[in-house]
Nanobody, 124 residues
Framework: QVQLVESGGGLVQAGGSLRLSCAASGRTFSAYAMGWFRQAPGKEREFVAAIRWGVGNTYYADSVTGRFTISRDISNNTVYLQMNSLKPEDTAVYYC?????????????????WGQGTQVTVSS
């Protein structure tokens, strides 16, 4: 069983920055990819960014490209999401996810492990 624990959410003004962290633990952690999704009130969960754990390839939603950066620390089984130039529309609960199966997908149903979520609120 893999456990994912997010941290780093909070309230920030538009234009500001936040850094989210997600620590993975379990008997044997071996993910194909880890990623971040978000869900705003009244909206479906959407893909934000992902990273292939082994080779480090990164993927981003168009809405965050150039503003968000995903990275990982293999030695600590931790993935990060650096969020810059935040906008009010980035307000959401951000979820960390892990996927063991090969192949990249933005479909949340295809990601098997989830954290509890962390709130990010961007004020205008």
């Amino acid at each position: 069983q893999v456990q994912l624990v997010e941290s780093g959410g909070g309230l920030v003004q538009a234009g500001g920055s936040l850094r989210l962290s997600c620590a993975a633990s379990g008997r044997t952690f071996s993910a194909y990819a880890m990623g971040w999704f978000r869900q705003a009130p009244g909206k479906e969960r959407e893909f934000v960014a992902a990273i292939r754990w082994g080779v480090g390839n990164t993927y981003y939603a168009d809405s965050v490209t150039g503003r968000f950066t995903i990275s990982r620390d293999i030695s600590n089984n931790t993935v990060y999401l650096q969020m810059n130039s935040l906008k009010p529309e980035d307000t959401a609960v951000y979820y960390c996810a892990a996927r063991n199966s090969p192949g990249f997908t933005v479909e949340s149903d295809a990601w098997g492990y989830w954290g509890q979520g962390t709130q990010v609120t961007v004020s205008s």
